[in-house]
């Protein structure tokens, strides 16, 4: 089992540009979310599914967009950076939301 | 509606001191709440978890916490400090919105044990 991986590591874009962070996850969990982390913020939910073909809103999903089309994957789009969305990304996935197993991260500068 | 609140950004403590990191949570329903640990440059895992049953629960590496309905709080111990144990620990709790369950998150507190 890979479990959660996540693609790239390593990011920079420009302002304006657009790139999709990709998500899979090999032990078919229905649930799967996306987060940031930001110092002194914690981790705020960005979008989340909990199946294909189903995803939600989180608390902070301006600017993003996510689509589910198999319960492996789980892609986030930036439609158009900005340097606000500089941030550590994680891709987390579940059977319930409980038992989270998160991927190693997407560390993504916006300049 | 839940939340969460970690008391203490920053805890440190030196190798072989108990460590107490402290959680408070607010939940109309029976909550379910759980400690995650996050190593530097890694993506977090679970530490461990309450789901009504025993209050006094043992996670990994030596962790445990209780549940307190009466103070609202679940604290994360562990009676002697390792020096891996230096991390980031969450406490969050579960919504219980039907399907569309989410785990609300504290800010973190981040363990520094000394030698």
């Known amino acids: 089992n890979a479990g959660v991986t996540q693609t790239p590591k390593f990011q920079v874009l420009k302002t304006g540009q657009s790139m999709t962070l990709q998500c899979a996850q090999d032990m078919n969990h229905e649930y799967m979310s996306w987060y940031r982390q930001d110092p002194g913020m914690g981790l705020r939910l960005i979008h989340y599914?909990?199946?294909?073909?189903?995803?939600d809103q989180g608390e902070v999903p301006n600017g993003y967009n996510v689509s589910r089309s198999t319960t492996e994957d789980f892609p986030l789009r930036l439609l158009s950076a900005a340097p606000s969305q500089t941030s550590v990304y994680f891709c987390?996935?579940?059977?319930?939301?409980?038992?989270?197993?998160f991927g190693p991260g997407t560390r993504l500068t916006v300049t | 509606a839940q939340s969460v609140t970690q008391l203490g950004s920053h805890v440190s403590v030196s190798e072989g001191a108990l460590v107490l990191l402290r959680c408070n949570y607010s939940s109309s329903v029976p909550p379910y709440l759980f400690w995650y640990v996050q190593y530097p440059n890694q993506g977090l895992q679970l530490l461990l978890k309450y789901t009504s049953a025993a209050t006094l629960v043992k996670g990994i590496n030596g962790f445990e916490a209780e549940f307190k309905k009466s103070e609202t709080s679940f604290h994360l111990t562990k009676p002697s400090a390792h020096m891996s144990d230096a991390a980031e620990y969450f406490c969050?709790?579960?919504?219980?919105?039907?399907?569309?369950?989410?785990?609300?998150w504290g800010l973190g507190t981040s363990l520094a044990v000394n030698p």
């Open positions: 969050a709790v579960r919504t219980n919105a039907g399907n569309n369950r989410k785990l609300i």
């Open positions: 987390a996935s579940s059977y319930t939301a409980d038992e989270q197993y």
């Open positions: 599914s909990v199946g294909a073909g189903i995803t």
